[in-house]
Every structure is written in C-alpha cells, then in structure tokens.
C-alpha cells in the first residue's frame, strides 16, 4: 500500500492521517461538504470532497468514495470507525475493485456483523453468551420466549450499534408494545428491522478485549478495556486495565474472544465485548469489526500502536510480536468530550469554537480536531476530543485525568467535561466501584 483514502472525519481522520504520515503512506482524506474546512482536510498530504453534510450524500456514499479512490489513485481505503466500517457490502465492492479495504473480509465481517448471527458463532465456539434468542424473533414466537427467558428483557436490533436500537422490557404488558417501537426505530436507524432478545443481565460490567488476527492465524489479544461508565448504553469513559478483572478471568475472555476470532477467520484488529457479573460470570454480546473510538487506552498500557497493526496486518504481513511479548504496564483512562449539554439532557451543542486550548503534560494524550475558531456541525455524532491520561497507577492517572480537565478550554459550545470532573470525584468511581447502571445510579442522571 502506498496511498490510503480515509473515508471518514473528525477526530479518528487525524489519528490516521498521523499514523500515515509516520510509517510512510501518502494520505487523502475525503470529505463532505461541512468538513472543507477541518483540520484532517488541512493536515492530509490531499484531500478529495465527496458529497454534501448529509452523511447519506457523502461518508455513506459507497459510489462517491469509490470513484474518490480511483479519481486519486489509492490503492486502499481505511473507514475508520462508524460510517461504513462495519458494511460488508462496502468491504466487497472494495475488494472487487482491487481496493485494499484495511479491516476485515466482507464473509468475516457478515459473520460477526449482525448481532444476532454474532451470537450464534460465539454458542459454536463455545463462549457463553447471554439466554436468549437464537437469530431473530418473530412477534409470533415473542411471547412464548418471554416465557422461556423470564423477566427483565432486551429486545436489540441486529443491526444495531452505538448504543442505538435496544428496549429494556420488564413485563408481558410491554412486551407487544416494545417489539413495534423497537423493530419501527431499527428500520428507521439501521434499515434493518430484526429484533432479537436477550435476557436484562441486572449490574453488569462492560467489558471488552481487543484482539488482532493476521492472515497466518496468528491471533493474540490484547487485554481488556473497561468500559461499564455509560449513557444510554454509549461509552463515556474507558479504562485498562478493569479493576473488576483477575489474571485467571483476562485469561478465560482473551481466549473466548480468539476463538471467535478464528471460527470466522477473521483478519484485522477487532473488539469482542462482553458482560461480566459481580460473580464473575460472563457472556459475549457482540463483535466490533473495527477500530474502535476507545483503542487509544490500549495503546498507551501495552505500547502497540493499533493503526500500524492494522496497517501491517491489511499488507498481508505477520504481527511482528507473540502474545508473551504483550504486557500491560500502568493504567489508561480516556474521557470523550462531547458537544452536548449536560444540563439540558445532553442535546447536542454545534456552533463556533471560540477558544480552544488542549490539555497537555506528562501523560495526557489528546485527540481532537478541535481549533480555536472552528465551527461544530450539527450534521454527524457529537464527540469533539478524547482525553486520555496514563500514569504508573489507577489513582495517579485519576488525579492526572482531573488536572487535564481542569486546564482544558473549550468557549463557545457547551461540553462534557464538567460531567467527566463530577464522574472522576465520585467515591464509587475512584473504588472502582461501578457498574453500567453508575451514571443513572451514583449520579442521578437519566
Ligand atoms: P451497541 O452495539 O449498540 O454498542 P451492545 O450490544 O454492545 O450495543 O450493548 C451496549 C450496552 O448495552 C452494553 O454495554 C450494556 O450496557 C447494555 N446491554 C446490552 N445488552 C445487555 C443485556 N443483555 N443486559 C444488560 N445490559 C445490556
């Protein structure tokens, strides 16, 4: 590979215009009209507009990022995350038309895309998952696995992703109900609208290994993140290593996660996440074909740089380390800075940046295409910086986390980062005490 089309923005566009830069590939970014003037179109060594702001028009325009591909003489394209990353059917017109697609097969992707289909692979390679439905539910068959399962549910859409696309039921009187507005919202957000079910898991942790597989079955993990501190079922912050999570147990997760990994043969880095119980029982929930937005706390306690695994994995090259080489050494915690406003149900908060001044130090990553000046659109997912800190311990990058916050600037538009100063006090958090219910729980927020 020598050229790479990024087909995406924000943030995640400059982590991999970064990484191009350093290991030596020419990059071009393409970008919607509401992105001409961002910092990924302006750091990119070319840059390729291929759409209006609607996501439809540009970064979910297979055709239009096709045609940018060959128009610059790429010979491979990097989604990033969200957008096209997880479509197979993107990764096949790729690789029919000779394009490196840097992720997965479309078969691999297939396989584990769905999340339904996901479970049915993790029961094959014998990793638990949580009871519940096996493939979609019909309305018909609805009531009589309510039955089976018992009380609380998750209906979820197989299509779903991004916290989106999930109703918790409590009782046979919401069942009909939930099962309408929840298969109504699928197709409407993912044009999909399977359902399946799964039982309510009460207090569970999230949490999730990063693994990477290469073409020769090559397959090592990377250990876990810990990402149980949510919204709304999205990830607000991340850690690793997880407070909750004994040698033996990062064992028995790494090696479900492999086999899954291998079942389907999949080739790139990935994410297979979990829910672990207070009592160490755990079930697999879905696959993330992808990078994912959290990677960078992985990347800071086991020193791999995940892009040029990613990199060195899409040219057909072998991971150049074992798994006795990876090592976790400190504690990373990241924070996603979002433009919303907390005190107004988190709403998104677009407009003009008016100043904008990045933490720094010891420590502290920052990745952001903020600018003093530039204006949020109201068009795409809200999350302007990821301020991730790493110290030799859990309490000092804590600590070292609560003074980046303190020195982050951001005027204009309303943010997160109070929210995230609030969750870095609380007495449960700092134990490490928490669970996915925390922020509804400890904070009293919906
Ligand atoms: P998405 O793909 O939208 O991120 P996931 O299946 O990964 O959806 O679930 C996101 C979050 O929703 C989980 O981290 C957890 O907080 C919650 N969740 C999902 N399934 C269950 C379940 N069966 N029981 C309890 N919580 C769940």
Redesign the pocket.
């Known amino acids: 590979m020598k050229r790479i089309l990024i087909s995406n923005r924000g943030e995640i566009a400059l982590r991999l215009i970064r990484a191009f830069r350093e290991f030596g590939y020419f990059s071009v970014l393409a970008y919607s009209e509401a992105d001409r003037s961002s910092l990924p179109v302006k750091l990119s060594d070319a840059a390729i507009c291929i759409g209006p702001p609607s996501a439809k028009g540009s970064y979910l325009n297979i055709p239009a990022i096709i045609s940018a591909i060959e128009i610059t003489g790429c010979d491979a394209v990097h989604p990033g995350y969200g957008f096209l990353a997880e479509s197979p059917q993107f990764a096949r017109v790729c690789k029919d038309a000779g394009i490196i697609f840097i992720g997965p097969s479309p078969e691999a992707m297939e396989k584990v895309g769905d999340?339904s289909v996901a479970r049915s692979v993790a029961m094959s390679a014998g990793v638990p998952v949580?009871p519940?439905s096996t493939g979609f539910v019909s309305k018909e068959d609805l009531l009589r696995l309510a039955k089976e399962i018992g009380f609380p549910l998750?209906l979820?859409?197989s299509a779903?992703?991004?916290?989106?696309?999930?109703r918790?039921v409590q009782s046979f009187k919401e069942l009909d109900d939930s099962f309408d507005t929840a298969s109504n919202e699928a197709l409407t957000a993912f044009g999909n609208s399977n359902l399946y079910l799964?039982?309510?898991?009460?207090e569970?942790r999230?949490i999730e290994i990063q693994f990477a597989r290469d073409k020769f079955g090559n397959c090592i993990s990377l250990f876990e993140r810990e990402?149980?501190i949510?919204r709304k079922?999205?990830?607000l912050i991340e850690e690793s290593p997880s407070c909750a999570i004994s040698p033996k147990l990062r064992k028995v997760l790494s090696d479900s996660a492999l086999a899954i990994a291998n079942q389907v043969g999949y080739v790139g880095v990935g994410t297979a996440?979990f829910?672990v119980t207070p009592e160490e029982m755990f079930?697999f929930?879905?696959i993330?074909a992808r990078i994912q937005v959290e990677h960078p706390v992985t990347e800071m306690v086991t020193g791999v740089d995940l892009v040029e695994l990613q990199l060195i994995i899409a040219e057909d090259r072998p991971i150049p380390f074992s798994q006795e080489d990876v090592k976790i050494t400190g504690h990373a915690i990241e924070c996603r800075i979002n433009a919303e406003d907390p005190r107004n149900n988190f709403c998104p908060s677009p407009g003009r940046v008016d100043q904008y001044i990045p933490p720094g130090g010891p420590g502290i990553r920052c990745d952001s295409h903020l600018y003093s000046g530039f204006k949020v659109v109201p068009y795409y997912d809200s999350l302007i910086a990821k301020v991730i800190s790493y110290a030799p311990t859990r309490e000092r990058a804590i600590n070292r986390m609560e003074r980046a916050l303190y020195e982050m600037t951001i005027e204009g538009i309303s943010t997160t980062i109070d929210f995230h100063r609030e969750v870095l006090k609380n007495a449960f958090f700092r134990k490490g005490d928490y669970y996915?219910n925390f922020v509804q729980r400890r904070m009293g927020i919906k």
């Open positions: 999340k949580v519940g998750i979820k859409a779903g992703g991004g916290g989106k696309g999930m918790i799964e039982k309510y898991v009460s569970p999230h990402c149980s949510q079922h999205q990830k996440e829910l079930y929930i879905e993330n996915t």
